[in-house]
């Protein structure tokens, strides 16, 4: 079995749209900085370096960046055949 190594930057101050298929099977750590997940609700939920994620067919929003450092975020997933 293979994986794929993805890096996501999400800038000081700025949010990114999800879009569930980006992140379908992958494993998702916060190597730099902090991210706030925003759901549909209005709800938001923040994690910090060193936190693990599973952001697959969640009721997000937007991936936002309050800190001010980017924010990176490294996704491991299976590479399908």
Do not use: H, K
């Amino acid at each position: 079995m293979s994986f794929e190594r993805r890096t996501v930057m999400v800038e000081a101050g700025s949010e990114r749209s999800y879009d569930p298929a980006e992140w379908f099977d992958a494993l998702v750590v916060v190597e730099q900085g902090e991210v706030e997940l925003e759901c549909r609700s209005g709800g938001s939920v923040r994690f910090m370096q060193g936190d693990t994620l599973w952001l697959a067919g969640l009721p997000l929003r937007a991936l936002r960046n309050p800190g001010p450092d980017t924010a990176v975020l490294v996704a491991i997933s299976r590479i399908r055949a």
